[in-house]
């Protein structure tokens, strides 16, 4: 007797024969008696608790019998998953994982998301050193969200392969990923001895090692990738975020530039992201026409760009174009409505127009959500003293010093304070 044969990619059959135990011919006879001994025993009629499917007969048999229970089954539903499982763990069983990959196969190809094969078909890959099956299982571990799984995948392929390069930067990005920057970096290092001129591989040791606050280490991995391939917009948009964060605009706005003619086929969200990081870098730099330029092709590419809005609204006030900065901040505020930015810089513009009520109320919603911000507190002490000066009644006025002035102290307390940090 044969387990049923599988067809392979190529066109070929394949079968695989059950244990051998005394001569072929009468291994049929045998696995049919114990198959039929471990029936009778499910349909006694006597009272055992303890009696199960083929848990009283010898090992050998049992092997027989769930053998010929899973061709049995497979002979009337050729798809049946629990069958195909049962066979390959019977191949594996036999030291014929060739075989049991068939098996595992077809059943992850009739249920994808079948742990428990998945795992042994893992198994199975790692016996027979195919690396390239436990990177495609990886794939699918990472496809469905587990990546612990994917992890495992690739620490096999690592000890199969020691130096395989694809092994040592995807399990490098899953670190990464879950903020391991130190244990990722040791990977991307192992991973870069073997690959020096991958400008990938340099980018990513880049970013681990910025995570970890080594700056100028991280800065030097993005340029070397830049000098073996300069149109990797990757390395040159690190590259530019670095610089941005070291408070060197001019070098920033290079790299970000740089990235941006090379990054054709980048996702929309980079490119939205170097377009505010630009429009920044244009206000820090006085040139608020350029800001305004790049700020405004963010909001043609996702007009719902909370900074990009804040941003263009900033640069407006700068030009004192009030009313088109009070338009962009109430559109920022229908994104986020607790977001203290957007409502102190609301209430500045509204101050700035003399609506000095309306302006009061904003700020003061800004107050608890930035308490530490001594700028908030000083433009309500500067709208509660104009407040003041139309106040009807000498007692009305008084109020609105004296409120004024204890905003003006708690603006000073926290300037001190923060210098003080």
Known sequence: ????????????????????????????????????????????????????????????????AKTSQWIQMLGTE???????????????????????????????????????????????????????????????????????????????????????????????????DSEDYATAQLYYEQALAHAPNSPSILTDLGKAVCRQGNLEQSKTYFIQALNIMPSYWQASYHLGELYYRQHEPENAKKAFLQSMQSMRHAPKKRMIDILNFLGSICMQQQNPDQAKQYLEQVLNMNP?????????????????????????????????????????????????????????????EAVPLAP???????TLGDVLLSMSNFAQDEATKRKYIMFAVSRFNQAQYERYENCML
Not at 51 to 61: E, I, K, M, S, W
Not at 149 to 155: H, P, V
Request: proline share 4%.
């Open 78 to 176: 050729p798809n049946n998953v629990v069958a195909l499982e049962g066979l390959g763990d019977i191949c594996c069983l036999e030291d014929r994982p060739h075989m049991a990959k068939k098996y595992y196969e077809k059943a992850m190809s009739i249920d994808p998301y079948n742990g428990s094969v998945m795992a042994k078909l893992s198994d199975v890959y790692a016996r027979l050193h195919a690396t390239r099956m436990l990177k495609l299982l990886a794939k699918t571990y990472l496809e469905q969200g587990d990546y612990e799984g994917a992890k495992i995948q690739y620490r096999k392929i690592l000890d199969i392969e020691h130096y395989n390069v694809d092994a040592l930067n995807n399990l490098g990005l899953l670190l990464y």
């Open 1 to 64: 007797m044969s387990i049923p044969s599988i067809q392979s990619t190529n066109g070929t059959t394949h079968e695989v024969s059950i244990p051998s135990s005394g001569t072929q011919e009468t291994l049929p006879g045998v696995a049919l008696a114990a198959l039929q001994a471990a029936q009778n025993i499910q349909n006694s009629t006597i009272n055992q608790s303890f009696v199960a499917d083929f848990d009283l007969l010898p090992p050998a048999a049992r092997h027989l």
């Open 304 to 364: 719902n760009n909370l900074l990009a809005l804040q941003n263009l609204a900033a640069t407006l006030i700068r030009q004192d174009n009030f009313v088109q900065a009070e338009r962009h901040l109430r559109n920022a505020l229908d994104l986020d409505p607790y977001d203290w930015f957007t409502l102190s810089r609301l209430g500045y513009v509204l101050y700035r127009q003399g609506r000095l009520e309306q302006a009061k109320s904003f700020l003061e």
């Open 372 to 378: 530490s911000n001594h700028g908030i507190l000083n």
